[in-house]
C-alpha cells in the first residue's frame, strides 16, 4: 500500500499524535472534548431527565420543537427526524473534519458525513478556499462554465462506464434522468428495481424502497399514482433466480435493472460473488440496460466506485454525494450512443435551472482531487475495519448477537446473527436495541446514522484515535443494553 505523505496531501491542519504512518489529519477545531462519562442508555434523552450534567439537548429540543411548527415533521427530509430511534434530532451548529457540534455545543464523532459526501472530512480548507474564489465570480450562471468540463472530464476519466455525463443536482434527479433516458433508447416500460434499495423519491422508484420509507412504516407512499409504478418490477436482492423468473414473464419488455451495487439503504448489505455479474449477463443477454445507482458508493468504494471495485461495467452510472463535495449535484453517465440520445443531443428531455452551476463543480473538483491521491482507499479501508471489528468483538464480549462489514469507507452493522443478504434479513435486526445503542453512543460523543437501516461513512479525517475512542465507546455502551 502506498502510504500518502503529508506533504501529497496538505489539510493545512495539524496532526494529531496519533500512531498512524498511514493518513490522518487531525482537525484543530478547538471543540470542548468530551470526557469519557458514563451512559444511561434510555430511547429519549431530555432536559429535565439528564443523569450528568455535561449532555444536555436543550437547545435542541427548543429548535425542533419550534421546525415541527414551520416544517412537515421539523425537517427537511425524514430520516433526520429520529423517528427510528426515538427522541428528538440534535440540531448542528457546525462541522468540521471527522467532527460536528450541536447547538448545545456537544461535540460528536460523526460517521453520518452528511449521508456520504464528506469522505475527504467536513468543511476541508481547500474546498471552502476554491468556493471562496469560485463565489467571487457569482454563484450561478445558467449557461455553460469551464468546471463544468473539468468536472466532466475528471468523472469521466474515473468511472469505467461513464463515456459523457449529465449534471443534476440531486441523486433523485440522477436515477429519474437515467430510466427515462433507459426506456428512451430500449423503447421498453418496465423496470427491475430491487426491495430495499432507493434511487430517490420519484414515482416509478418509490417501491419498497430502503430505510427512509421502512423507517416510517410505509410500505410505499400515498400520492404515487398507480400507473407510475405499474411498469416497477421488484426482487429481493441478492435473488438471482427471482430475476431469472422476471425476464421470463416479462419476455422483451425490460428496459433496465436499476440497483445499488452494494447497498447502503437498508443497512450495509453487499452482493453474493457473482450475483452483479449474473445481473450484467442477463441484462446483455435480453437488451436490457444495466443501471448502477452508485450515488452511494461512486467515489466511496473506489475512485472509480463499485463498478470499478467488482470489474463489472454497467451500460449507465448515477452520482451523487461525494462529486459535488458537500453541495447539491447529481450526474448521470454512460456509453456515448446512449447518452447523445438526452437533449439537446437527443430527443430524451432533462433540463435543470441551477444544474452544473459554479459552486457545486467547484467543490466536487477539490474533493476529487483529494481523493485522488494514493493511499485514499487503503487508509479508509484500514480505519473502517478497524472500526467494525471493534464494536462487533465488544459486541460479542458483552452477549449480543451482531453482524457487520465494510468495504473501504462504508459500512454497517446489526444486532441479528445474520447474514444479511437482503432487506428481509436486515430486518431481523433488533431495532429497539438498535435505538438503546444509538442514544448510548450519542451520549457518549459518536454520531450514527438514527436508523438501523442506513449504511455508515468514515472520511479521510477520521483518525486512529477517533476509531479507538468509538471502540471504547460502544464497548460500555453494549455492556448496559
Ligand atoms: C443509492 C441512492 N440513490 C439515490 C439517492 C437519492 O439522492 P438524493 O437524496 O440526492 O436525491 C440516494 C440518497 O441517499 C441514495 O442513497
Avoid at 301 to 330: C, M, N, R, W
Avoid at 439 to 449: K, N, R, S, T
Amino acid at each position: 500500500m502506498a502510504a500518502a505523505s503529508d506533504s501529497i496531501l496538505n489539510f493545512g491542519i495539524s496532526r494529531s499524535s496519533s500512531t498512524s504512518t498511514t493518513r490522518s489529519p487531525s482537525y484543530s477545531y478547538s471543540h470542548r472534548r468530551r470526557s469519557s462519562r458514563p451512559c444511561s442508555v434510555r430511547m429519549q434523552v431530555s432536559a429535565d431527565a439528564k443523569t450528568n450534567n455535561t449532555f444536555s439537548l436543550k437547545n435542541s429540543e427548543e429548535a425542533f420543537s419550534a421546525a415541527k411548527d414551520l416544517m412537515p415533521g421539523g425537517v427537511n427530509s425524514p430520516v433526520r427526524a429520529f423517528k427510528s430511534v426515538g427522541g428528538h434530532p440534535i440540531v448542528i451548529d457546525s462541522v468540521k473534519g471527522s467532527r460536528m457540534r450541536d447547538i448545545d455545543d456537544n461535540e460528536y464523532i460523526d460517521y453520518v458525513g452528511s449521508w456520504g459526501p464528506a469522505i475527504i472530512g467536513h468543511a476541508h480548507d481547500k474546498v471552502l478556499a476554491a468556493l471562496a474564489e469560485t463565489m467571487k465570480k457569482g454563484t450561478s450562471f445558467g449557461a455553460p462554465c469551464l468546471l463544468e468540463n473539468t468536472l466532466a472530464e475528471m468523472v469521466i476519466s474515473a468511472v469505467p462506464s461513464i463515456e459523457m455525463v449529465r449534471f443534476v443536482n440531486s441523486g433523485t434527479e440522477a436515477c429519474m434522468g437515467a430510466l427515462r433516458l433507459a426506456r428512451a433508447y430500449t423503447g421498453k416500460q418496465k423496470i427491475i428495481k430491487f426491495e430495499g434499495c432507493y434511487h430517490g423519491h420519484a414515482d416509478a422508484l418509490l417501491v419498497k424502497a430502503g430505510s427512509g420509507v421502512a423507517t416510517l412504516g410505509l410500505p410505499d407512499s400515498p400520492g404515487v399514482p398507480k400507473a407510475a409504478t405499474s411498469d416497477t418490477l421488484t426482487a429481493p436482492f441478492n435473488d438471482f433466480s427471482a430475476i431469472e423468473k422476471l425476464f421470463e414473464t416479462h419476455k422483451e419488455q425490460i428496459a433496465a435493472v436499476i440497483l445499488e451495487p452494494v447497498v447502503g439503504n437498508s443497512g450495509f448489505v453487499v452482493p453474493k460473488s457473482d450475483f452483479l455479474n449474473a445481473i450484467r449477463r442477463i441484462t446483455k443477454e435480453n437488451n436490457t440496460l444495466l443501471i448502477f445507482d452508485e450515488v452511494m458508493t461512486g467515489f466511496r468504494l473506489s475512485y472509480g466506485g463499485a463498478q470499478e471495485y467488482f470489474g463489472i461495467v454497467p451500460d449507465l452510472t448515477t452520482l451523487g454525494k461525494i462529486i459535488g463535495g458537500g453541495l447539491p449535484v447529481g450526474a448521470y453517465g454512460g456509453r456515448r450512443d446512449i447518452m447523445e440520445m438526452v437533449a439537446p443531443a437527443g430527443p430524451m428531455y432533462q433540463a435543470g435551472t441551477l444544474s452544473g452551476n459554479p459552486l457545486a463543480m467547484a467543490a466536487g473538483i477539490q474533493t476529487l482531487k483529494l481523493i485522488k491521491e494514493p493511499g485514499t482507499y487503503e487508509y479508509l479501508d484500514k480505519i473502517t475495519g478497524e472500526l467494525v471489528k471493534g464494536i462487533l468483538e465488544a459486541g460479542k464480549r458483552a452477549g449480543h448477537s451482531m453482524c457487520g462489514g465494510h468495504i473501504n469507507g462504508m459500512f454497517g452493522f446489526f444486532f441479528t446473527e445474520g447474514p444479511v443478504y437482503n432487506f428481509a434479513d436486515a430486518k431481523k435486526s433488533d431495532e429497539a436495541k438498535f435505538a438503546r445503542f444509538y442514544w448510548g453512543m450519542l451520549e457518549e460523543g459518536v454520531y450514527f446514522a438514527p436508523s438501523p437501516f442506513e449504511a455508515g461513512f468514515t472520511s479521510l479525517a477520521h483518525t486512529f484515535d477517533d476509531i479507538k475512542m468509538t471502540i471504547a465507546a460502544a464497548e460500555r455502551v453494549l455492556l448496559q443494553l
